[in-house]
């Protein structure tokens, strides 16, 4: 309870300079309930006030630990905050949702500037001309990008008119890498999709477990090797990372549909992403 009220403190100094008293109420004389409409007001109208009183009580704990002198009207307003913890909570979360809406316009605004780029590649399943392309950004390392892969397959298996451009990335392990270089090297012999298939269904990626599916899916293993180590290859890779790091790729599986960013995970969300771009045009 007192930790309650001790943050009650710091969200005070925030609230009183916002003039909460013009919420048109005699503050000393009004009621809890009155004085937490007037707060609740305050925060509707900017909830950044409870992101910044918990910033500034985390950074000067301390110093509201301290025991403080507080006013007649700064106690009731205290104990009022201590009492309805659900005006800061609500508030804190209506902030967040601004913060989230502003960021997924800025991303969104990103990758339309790169769309071309981003579309771009020469690693894809499906369609070679397609009147759709999603892409996918992905890490052969990554646990939800190997549960992705079966729904990229029936995407493409369900829409003739789409293609998905592969833009694979080494964020989580060296081994990354290898199976990023082994899809290339497949990609140039025709065989992209059985590789990247047969490697998303890999426990443990290695450089022999690899080559053990090179074989398997009939490559040529000369040329596989030359061209896995080529530097072609690697300036492919490069060229990913780049890109990933223009467009400020923080987590992978990260999906983009004709330039747009897509948040969801699930085949059925992701067929209606292209269903509604369906019936835009």
Aim: charged fraction near 25%; glycine fraction near 4%.
């Amino acid at each position: 309870m007192k930790n309650l009220k001790v943050l009650s403190t710091a969200i005070l100094s925030i609230i009183m300079s916002c003039n909460i008293a013009t919420a048109s109420i005699d503050l000393n004389n009004a009621t809890e309930e009155e004085i937490a409409k007037a707060i609740a007001n305050v925060l509707k109208q900017n909830p950044k006030i409870a992101y910044d009183s918990l910033k500034a009580y985390n950074e000067n704990a301390a110093l509201y630990q301290k025991e403080k002198t507080m006013t007649p009207l700064e106690e009731k307003l205290a104990e009022v905050l201590k009492d309805n913890p659900g005006l800061v909570v609500g508030a804190l979360h209506i902030y967040e949702q601004e913060l989230r809406q502003k960021e997924l316009m800025q991303t969104a605004d990103l990758y339309k500037e790169y769309v071309a780029e981003i579309n771009g590649g020469e690693l894809y399943i499906g369609n070679p001309n397609p009147k759709y392309t999603l892409v996918e950004f992905f890490d052969f390392s990554c646990g939800y990008c190997k549960k992705m892969a079966p729904k990229l397959n029936k995407l493409v298996e369900k829409n003739k008119d789409l293609k998905i451009v592969l833009k694979p990335l080494s964020f989580l392990s060296e081994n990354s890498s290898y199976a990023a270089k082994a899809l290339i090297a497949a990609s140039k012999q025709g065989k992209l999709k059985e590789m990247y298939f047969k490697i998303m269904e890999q426990n443990r990626i290695t450089k022999e477990g690899l080559d053990k599916i090179a074989k398997e899916i009939g490559l040529d293993t000369s040329k596989y090797q030359k061209d896995y180590s080529s530097i072609e290859t690697q300036n492919l890779l490069n060229e990913n990372r780049v890109l990933a790091e223009k467009i400020k790729i923080k987590s992978v599986p990260t999906l983009v549909l004709e330039g747009m960013p897509l948040y969801a995970v699930e085949e059925v969300q992701l067929q209606r992403a292209i269903d509604i771009l369906r019936e835009q045009n």
